[in-house]
């Protein structure tokens, strides 16, 4: 069974970088045809796809925040991660990492709170 777990700071200032890792565990992230994705819900409001980075190591991002977003792997470690640069307040929202298969996300992590503040 596999599980997610997000880490990282959980207070940015704004104009920085935020940066979250989520380890895998139960299975690999080079696995064919999964792809691990970034997901982010601000409070009070939907849940907002921010990319994904495929099994081959190719990245796909959301055209809104392409260009801040960045999503890397280590393939070592069974890790991948987030950048989202430039962060302003309206970027504070729980943040998810997940798991995609065709389209449906199987697993999840349990998310991890990201404030962006002064």
């Known amino acids: 069974q596999v599980q997610l777990q997000e880490s990282g700071p959980g207070l940015v200032k704004p104009s920085q970088t935020l940066s979250l890792t989520c380890t895998v565990s139960?299975?690999?992230?080079?696995?064919?045809?999964?792809?691990w994705s970034w997901i982010r819900q601000p409070p009070g409001k939907g849940l907002e796809w921010m990319g994904a980075?495929?099994?081959?190591?190719?990245?796909y991002y959301s055209p809104s925040l392409k260009s801040r977003t960045s999503i890397s792997r280590d393939t070592s470690k069974n890790q991948f991660t987030l950048q989202l640069s430039s962060v302003t307040p309206e970027d504070t929202a729980v943040y998810y990492c997940?798991?995609?298969?065709?389209?449906?996300?199987?697993?999840w992590g349990q998310g991890t709170l990201v404030t962006v503040s002064s």
């Open positions: 139960g299975g690999s992230i080079t696995t064919n045809y999964y792809y």
């Open positions: 997940a798991r995609d298969l065709s389209g449906a996300l199987d697993a």
């Open positions: 980075i495929a099994y081959s190591g190719s990245t």
